[in-house]
């Protein structure tokens, strides 16, 4: 069975959830629950914490299922 992956993005930064990789360790949701919400849809809510935030958050999944880059600002 394919399951497809999750993309999230803001202004700032653009988050990827791969189920089929996450252990499963909850900790993102443990230390970062305004952004990372066990029952709520969507389950990532990137207005929920500062994007500096997020990133050492993403940096501490131990499988890897989530990923991030930053977006390119536009030019005005």
Known sequence: MEINNNVFSN?????????????????????????FRESVIPWINLEG???????KQVKKCPSGALQYCLNKKKAS
Not at 11 to 35: F, G, H, M
Not at 49 to 55: F, H
């Open 49 to 55: 914490a500062s994007t500096k935030k997020i990133i």
């Open 11 to 35: 202004d700032d930064i653009t988050v990827t959830y791969k189920p089929n990789v996450c252990i499963n360790a909850t900790r993102c949701a443990k230390e970062l629950s305004n952004v």
